[in-house]
T-cell receptor
Framework: GQQLNQSPQSMFIQEGEDVSMNCTSSSIFNTWLWYKQDPGEGPVLLIALYKAGELTSNGRLTAQFGITRKDSFLNISASIPSDVGIYFCAGSSNTGNQFYFGTGTSLTVIP | DVKVTQSSRYLVKRTGEKVFLECVQDMDHENMFWYRQDPGLGLRLIYFSYDVKMKEKGDIPEGYSVSREKKERFSLILESASTNQTSMYLC??????????FGPGTRLTVL
């Protein structure tokens, strides 16, 4: 199955800094999702994007559906310690309702 | 709030045992999915289901089977557990709008 390229693999940042991560695909997608996973827990949906160029916010999180439909971006502003976790992107062409997942970005926030 | 529950958070089984992992969702979603998650490999789709008694193979179905007798319940079966099936197993469900919601996961160890 297809895997998405997600970068960076890991980030170590100071509390208060902004964070950016991205996800790219070799295929065109119609839906992009961003999830956060805490250790030992299931992924929790953060933001869903359904249209090319769409920019959607959820509190301090902002995600964008790339215009080429082959990429997506997630930004976290003014990071706090509870932002620690693994962030996953997921994309779907809606064919068969299957999603393909990135390998995750591990975020560590240093107080 | 969407709720996806999994029967066990942690499970330890012996090689050759038959293992049942159960997933229940309370939102009347048509679609349900089983993934496994391994470090460095991300989420890989094992099986999914679009309706009661319907099932489709994902990317790594070997060694697994599934059952969906009721809309709210999707079971993953390991017919004869092996050590390479030690993993985190995640169940997800989704409505037709394709956003997937995950359960908390079952960490399975096969000795």
């Amino acid at each position: 199955g297809q895997q998405l390229n997600q970068s960076p693999q890991s980030m170590f940042i100071q509390e208060g800094e902004d964070v950016s991560m991205n996800c790219t695909s070799s295929s065109i997608f119609n839906t992009w999702l961003w999830y956060k996973q805490d250790p030992g827990e299931g992924p929790v949906l953060l933001i869903a994007l359904y249209k090319a160029g769409e920019l959607t916010s959820n509190g301090r999180l902002t995600a964008q559906f790339g215009i080429t439909r082959k990429d997506s971006f997630l930004n976290i502003s003014a990071s706090i310690p509870s932002d620690v976790g693994i962030y996953f992107c997921a994309g779907s062409s809606n064919t068969g309702n299957q999603f393909y997942f990135g390998t995750g970005t591990s975020l560590t926030v240093i107080p | 709030d969407v709720k996806v529950t999994q029967s066990s958070r942690y499970l330890v089984k012996r090689t050759g045992e038959k293992v049942f992992l159960e997933c229940v969702q309370d939102m009347d979603h048509e679609n349900m999915f089983w993934y496994r998650q391994d470090p460095g490999l991300g989420l890989r789709l094992i099986y999914f289901s679009y309706d009661v008694k319907m099932k489709e193979k994902g990317d790594i179905p070997e060694g697994y089977s599934v059952s969906r007798e009721k809309k709210e319940r999707f079971s993953l079966i390991l017919e004869s557990a092996s050590t390479n099936q030690t993993s985190m197993y995640l169940c997800a469900s989704s409505p037709p709008t394709v956003t997937q919601y995950f359960g908390p996961g079952t960490r399975l160890t096969v000795l």
